[in-house]
């Protein structure tokens, strides 16, 4: 238990639905993160919040929406998926000391798997 | 970024060290070196870091070249449970836009 918890865990989605994944962290961190895990890809970073908000958008489609609404909740709001989109979703939190701009380690959660037909 | 190269694979047998080798050679004067490892079905988890000096704590050592051009990840006793992708990245002391890039890692296989 890492003190990151995403739900759900599987996912199956049309590519007309709408769904949302969550994760919430129970460490008092100030920053959190979405992942992208591919099949046999590296780790792709898609977002990140600080401090509630968003310092990084690394280039992802606009049909995913990030959503911070508190220090404690992260959201994946997902519309119009392709096939291509099918992968693990990771979640993660650390504590950032913004006036120093120094990092902590990241805790991640277990991750969504998702699969988009 | 600067960039790691680790190798694709390595193999050990139970109850025997680990060295996981990262090769670094753009590294700058302020970046730490990072370990991770991610678990089959599971998120990665960090597992030590470092910036010149050697690191020790529970889980590994991190031994670090006096030109900080590469590093090893030292696993004293490897057990069943270390089977999983061990991640080595670089980040700067100082970054507003934390990002921690993870590489396609090295997959360390341990024989019973």
């Known amino acids: 238990e890492t003190g990151v918890t995403q739900t759900p865990r599987h996912l199956v989605m049309g590519m007309t639905n709408k769904k949302s994944l969550k994760c919430e962290q129970h460490?008092?961190?100030?920053?959190m993160y979405w992942y992208k895990q591919s099949a046999k890809k590296p780790l792709e970073l898609m977002f990140v919040?600080?401090?509630?908000?968003?310092?990084e958008n690394n280039s992802v489609p606009s049909r995913f929406s990030p959503e911070c609404p508190n220090s404690s909740h992260l959201f994946l709001h997902l519309h119009t998926l392709q096939p291509e989109d099918s992968a693990l979703y990771l979640c993660?939190?650390?504590?950032?000391?913004?006036?120093?701009?120094?990092?902590?380690?990241?805790?991640f959660g277990s991750g969504t798997q998702l699969s988009v037909l | 970024d600067a960039k790691t190269t680790q190798p694709n694979s390595m193999e050990s047998n139970e109850e025997e060290p680990v060295h996981l080798p990262c090769n670094h050679s753009?590294?700058?004067?302020?970046?730490?070196i990072h370990w991770y490892r991610q678990l089959p079905s599971q998120g990665p988890e960090y597992v030590i870091h470092?910036?010149?000096s050697n690191v020790n704590n529970r889980m590994a050592s991190l031994a670090i070249a006096e030109d900080r051009k590469s590093s090893t990840l030292i696993l004293h006793r490897a057990t069943l449970r270390d089977a999983a992708v061990y991640y080595c990245?670089?980040?700067?002391?100082?970054?507003?836009?934390?990002?921690?890039?993870f590489g396609s890692g090295t997959r360390l296989l341990v024989r019973p």
């Open positions: 753009t590294i700058s004067g302020t970046d730490y």
């Open positions: 919040y600080s401090l509630e908000e968003r310092v």
């Open positions: 460490l008092g961190h100030n920053a």
């Open positions: 990245i670089l980040s700067p002391l100082m970054d507003s836009s934390y990002k921690l890039i």
């Open positions: 470092g910036l010149t």
């Open positions: 993660a939190s650390s504590q950032v000391n913004v006036m120093m701009g120094l990092h902590e380690k990241l805790f």
